[in-house]
């Protein structure tokens, strides 16, 4: 078995390297470490035609964000070896692995004392990633150590113009329910955003 540990602990707390490691190998995953990615942190592809399970994660995520998602992502491979397809992505099977294996993590104490916190509310009703539990990533992003111009969707108002990362230029219209109504200006066609995707102001 080849132990990742050296590479992975540049990326995640040095005690959770070799956990995520055995990981690895004991479910023979391609595990790669992603350019950074304005739509996703990280992603899990199920074994296909032979090819195995796929994990990966963006590289620019602070070491503690690394770490949540890569346990995210490997809850994903978990309830797909279980139950592949009969399931919800993020239904109550998903919500009982990814508890399970965040559960070592705490034990070992890696996480501060505001993230360890923020991971326990969030544990009561895990939902689809930490970006849209606004306590726990807003917690997790207080440790980046990089600092952009980005801004959020929701520290924006209802007429501001933005554009993503990657070029694509957008109006924020309005608020529905827990998301925000956007417009492509290119296209006019309408996204809904999480409110706290990262975002760049363009001037009106």
């Known amino acids: 078995m080849q132990d990742y540990s050296a590479t992975l ?7 959770a390297a070799p956990i995520i490691s055995n990981w690895i190998n004991h479910t023979r995953c391609l595990f790669k470490i992603s350019r950074s990615r304005s739509t996703k942190l990280g992603d899990y592809r199920a074994p296909f035609r032979g090819s195995p399970h796929r994990i990966s994660v963006n590289h620019d995520l602070n070491s503690y964000s690394f770490l949540i998602t890569t346990i995210h992502e490997f809850a994903h491979l978990q309830t797909w070896n279980k139950h592949q397809h009969r399931v919800k992505p993020h239904g109550t099977e ?14 070992l104490n890696i996480f501060p004392t505001d993230i360890s916190s923020a991971i326990h509310r969030y544990m009561e009703n895990p939902a689809a990633s930490s970006c849209t539990d606004l306590h726990l990533f807003r917690t997790l992003k207080s440790y980046d150590t990089v600092k952009t111009s980005a801004l959020t969707v929701e520290s924006l108002e209802d007429g501001h113009f933005f554009r993503l990362q990657n070029g694509r230029s957008f109006q924020r219209i309005e608020k529905i329910r ?7 200006l290119s296209s006019k066609r309408m996204y809904l955003f999480n409110p706290i995707a990262e975002v760049f102001l363009l001037e009106q």
């Open 9 to 15: 602990k540049k990326y995640m707390p040095e005690e």
């Open 94 to 107: 998903w919500k009982n692995n990814f508890k399970e294996l965040m559960e070592p993590f705490l034990k």
């Open 178 to 184: 827990k998301r925000y109504k956007c417009m492509e």
